[in-house]
Nanobody, 116 residues
Framework: QGRLVESGGGLVQAGGSLRLSCVAS????????MGWFRQAPDKQRELVAS???????VYADSVKGRFTISRNNARNTVYLHMDNLKPEDTAVYFC??????????WGQGTQVTVSS
């Protein structure tokens, strides 16, 4: 149930910016907390940022002050604006929605590569 399609990744130099988008379909998007995760090679997937149905955002310490999560319920889309990117931000980025207390639906992800 539910389909998520991420886009917007790419190759960027350190200090640069990217905006990721995730379009959801097949779900009542507006009622769910949405999250952005990332997974670097040989590392566990980690939650980077989340935004509740009411718009409250929470960030991992590693991205606080550099990343901004937002949502457009009319477009069933969640965004992740990333500024001042660092090489350690290199990863595949995924979005998901929290259902029953867990994030259990995933898109194909979008690759972000930050060169030093």
């Amino acid at each position: 149930q539910g389909r998520l399609v991420e886009s917007g990744g790419g190759l960027v130099q350190a200090g640069g910016s990217l905006r990721l988008s995730c379009v959801a379909s097949g779900i009542n998007f507006a009622i769910y907390t949405m999250g952005w995760f990332r997974q670097a090679p040989d590392k566990q997937r980690e939650l980077v940022a989340s935004i509740s149905s009411s718009g409250t955002a929470v960030y991992a310490d590693s991205v606080k002050g550099r990343f901004t999560i937002s949502r457009n319920n009319a477009r069933n889309t969640v965004y992740l604006h990333m500024d001042n990117l660092k090489p350690e931000d290199t990863a595949v980025y995924f979005c998901s929605f929290r259902r029953g207390g867990a994030y259990d639906a995933w898109g194909q992800g979008t690759q972000v590569t930050v060169s030093s």
